[in-house]
């Protein structure tokens, strides 16, 4: 299962599931196990390959990638979380153009669970890491940071009193980024943005949709004054789960309209790309029921978001995607 992915060209790019880490290297041949985004950026990827390639695990336990960050095709970091028993502990994973290596992180608790859901990279010596930890019953922000040599947990806010958990981050330079998530506030979920400035974090006011439980997945940012989120929210009349998309304009979030598929009740994205403000990609699903399921890919060209038609593959998610053009996505 794939839940981030952000490549540097078509021909290098890397992809990863979970339970065990796999990560698929693209390659030139004939297309597999790859879903290409064929309409509104097109997919022009006929003639290329995905293959297994080695990675690590930690030892007896299970490991599980969430999101990927590559500045070359020899320059990529993976990071997740294992289980070591009896909790979880964050795990990241670098490529050196030639296999895929543990790099040590820290953890904010030792003794409770901590998990990495995303990673932006803007250089080889520049990363980092979302996610969140457990301090007794409450979630709370976790935040990364990479330097070229080591890792380092980096002071984020939190909602005073509530659980809190960041899903994904994007970076335009080491003084601009952006980190999306949610957080629960009485009996209900509501969006979580942190921002960047090269010193510190702090939270930026961002709106919910008239519903319950508002939830952002994923955030890509083309420049420190357009970025888009996308996520869902839970409709209060119908309790069916709706697209979610807001717009960074350098100033304020605003909630922008989104389709949702007609006929199906739950909807909702997890991944997005952006290569201008124009020109944006968001994945998801829409669902039914387990045995009523389908791909969900909606496309920005400016000025509105639209459906654009997918394989209709039996029960899927996609979970992450990343564009090198208008023309170029997976």
């Not at 958990?165 to 979920?189: F, I, R």
């Not at 290569?275 to 000025?303: F, K, M, R």
Request: hydrophobic share 35%; aromatic share 8%.
């Amino acid at each position: 299962m794939v839940r981030g992915v952000h490549m540097v060209s078509v021909k290098d790019c890397i992809r990863f599931g979970v339970r065990g880490v796999l990560a698929l290297a693209l390659g030139v041949g004939s297309l597999l196990a790859m879903t290409a985004v064929t309409a509104g950026p097109v997919g022009a990827t006929s003639s290329l390959s995905w293959s297994i390639g080695a990675s690590p695990n930690q030892a007896g336990s299970e490991n599980h990638l969430s999101g990927i960050s590559c500045v070359s095709s020899t320059v990529c970091t993976a990071v997740g979380y294992y289980n070591d028993d009896p909790v979880l502990q964050t795990l990241i994973e670098s490529w050196n153009g030639t296999s895929w290596s543990i790099v040590a992180s820290p953890n904010a608790s030792a003794s409770q669970d901590n998990y990495l859901n995303g990673v932006s990279c803007v250089s080889s010596t520049l990363c980092t890491a979302v996610g969140y930890y457990f301090n007794n019953t409450t979630s709370q922000t976790l935040i990364e940071s990479w330097n070229g040599t080591s890792w380092s947990i980096v002071g984020s806010p939190d909602v005073p009193g509530y659980s809190n958990a960041l899903n994904g981050v994007s970076c335009t330079s080491s003084t601009s980024c952006t980190a999306v998530g949610h957080y629960y506030y009485n009996t209900a979920y509501q969006t979580l943005i942190e921002s960047w400035n090269g010193t510190s974090w702090s939270i930026t006011s961002s709106p919910n949709a008239s519903g319950y439980n508002n939830v952002l997945k994923g955030v890509s940012c083309v420049s420190a004054t357009s970025c888009t989120a996308v996520g869902s929210y839970e409709n209060n009349s119908t309790g069916a789960f709706q697209t979610l998309i807001e717009s960074w304009n350098g100033t304020s979030w605003s909630i922008v309209g989104s389709p949702n598929e007609p006929g199906y009740l739950n909807n909702r994205l997890f991944g997005v790309s952006c290569v201008s403000s124009t020109s944006c990609i968001a994945v998801g699903h829409y669902i039914n029921d387990p045995a009523l399921q389908g791909l969900l890919i909606e496309s920005w060209n400016g000025t509105s978001w639209s459906i654009v038609a997918s394989p209709n593959v039996s029960g899927p998610d996609l979970n992450g995607v990343s564009c090198v053009s208008v023309t170029s996505c997976t």
